[in-house]
């Protein structure tokens, strides 16, 4: 069974400030996805990692993949205000070229972004 | 495109009762997928398909049935609701490249009395 855990789960940092999520994961995947969920709303898709060294960046977020590590993470640079959101992790076990309709989520980081 | 589309948005039901919670997509994905979110758990995996006439469980199967007859739409049926059902249910789908993401509907949030 794929277990996926993020940290933190709870994030409160200040305007201006550099933080780093952590997602790690059980089992041998190279496909990782981060989502961003704003309070009631859907989710968003912020990265696509799909290989070992993977690096991604928008804006004041970076995402990287370090497969031998099992070890995904979400560097956040000089915090805003509208960062403030629901940051998950979801690894793909299904194991299949090409698929990624079976994906394992983290619990989430409630990241708060205070003036 | 309207991309996913859930409906409905909002459901209370009484324990026993059955309903189908309704998804459709026109993005002409191959793979959907059915996830509940509850409070501190992040999303669990219900039942998926990669195409239609071609369903399997998820993480979480218990107590829903999914059927796909064509590629645009993918119900998730409850037979028998139950109050531990109570939940955010979103609906997903991707193309079968695995370098998609999936995209989301915007959920249905069901509450069992």
């Known amino acids: 069974e794929l277990k996926v855990e993020q940290n933190p789960l709870f994030l409160s940092m200040q305007e201006g400030k550099n933080y780093t999520i952590y997602c790690n994961y059980s089992?041998?995947?190279?496909?990782l996805y981060w989502y961003r969920q704003d309070p009631g709303k859907s989710l968003e898709s912020l990265f696509v990692?799909?290989?070992?060294?993977a690096v991604k960046q928008e804006g004041r977020l970076m995402a990287s993949l370090d497969t031998k590590a099992r070890l995904s993470t979400l560097h956040i640079t000089a915090a805003v205000h509208d960062l403030s959101a629901t940051y998950f992790c979801?690894?793909?076990?299904?194991?299949?070229?090409?698929?990624?309709?079976?994906?394992?989520f983290g619990k989430g980081t409630l990241l708060t972004v205070n003036p | 495109n309207a991309g996913v589309t859930q409906t409905p948005k909002f459901q209370v039901l009484k324990t026993g009762q059955s309903m189908t919670l309704q998804c459709a997509q026109d993005?002409?994905?191959?793979?959907m997928s059915w996830y509940r979110q509850d409070p501190g758990m992040g999303l669990r995996l219900i039942h998926y398909?990669?195409?239609?006439?071609?369903?399997d469980q998820g993480e979480v199967p218990n107590g829903y049935n999914v059927s796909r007859s064509t590629t645009e739409d993918f119900p998730l049926r409850l037979l028998s609701a139950a109050p531990s059902q109570t939940s955010v249910y979103f609906c997903?789908?991707?193309?079968?490249?695995?370098?998609?993401?999936?995209?989301f509907g915007d959920g249905t949030r069901l509450s069992i009395l």
């Open positions: 997903a789908s991707s193309y079968a490249a695995g370098n998609q993401p999936q995209h």
């Open positions: 089992t041998t995947s190279d496909r």
């Open positions: 990692l799909l290989s070992n060294g």
């Open positions: 979801a690894v793909d076990y299904s194991n299949s070229g090409g698929s990624n309709y079976k994906l394992t």
């Open positions: 993005m002409n994905h191959e793979y």
């Open positions: 398909s990669v195409g239609a006439g071609i369903t």
